[in-house]
């Protein structure tokens, strides 16, 4: 049974950083793609951030225009763990982030192409 299980999030201080981990269980992700999302009540999720290990068709990432520069997607095949780092964060910043996991190795950044999701982590910005 494949399981992701996110931590790191909490409550900071515009201008703040802080960094969420995202732990797989029940298969090794390490060729195939993890991402980085967040939802603000009455908005979409939105596609934040994604890593692919090396593949048949090499390694890959991918981060969202919005966040580029402050956000950063990493991965650590041993540990079976993708994170992301988030500094200068911003009040529009707040919202539950989810880490989730395709089931192949084809690089995606549209929500429905993740099989796997986690339970989200509440991240908090205040101004």
């Known amino acids: 049974q494949v399981q992701l299980v996110e931590s790191g999030g909490g409550l900071v201080q515009a201008g703040g950083s802080l960094r969420l981990s995202c732990a797989a269980s029940g298969r090794t992700f390490s060729n195939y793609v993890m991402g980085w999302f967040r939802q603000a009540p009455g908005k979409e999720r939105e596609f934040l951030a994604a890593i692919r290990g090396v593949s048949w068709s090499g390694p890959w990432s991918s981060t969202a225009d919005s966040v580029k520069g402050r956000f950063t997607i990493s991965k650590d095949n041993a540990k079976n763990t993708v994170y992301l780092q988030m500094n200068s964060l911003k009040p529009e910043d707040t919202a539950v982030y989810y880490c989730?996991?395709?089931?192949?190795?084809?690089?995606?950044?549209?929500?429905?192409?993740?099989?796997?999701w986690g339970q989200g982590t509440q991240v908090t910005v205040s101004s």
């Open positions: 989730a996991a395709t089931a192949t190795a084809i690089a995606t950044i549209i929500p429905s192409d993740y099989a796997y």
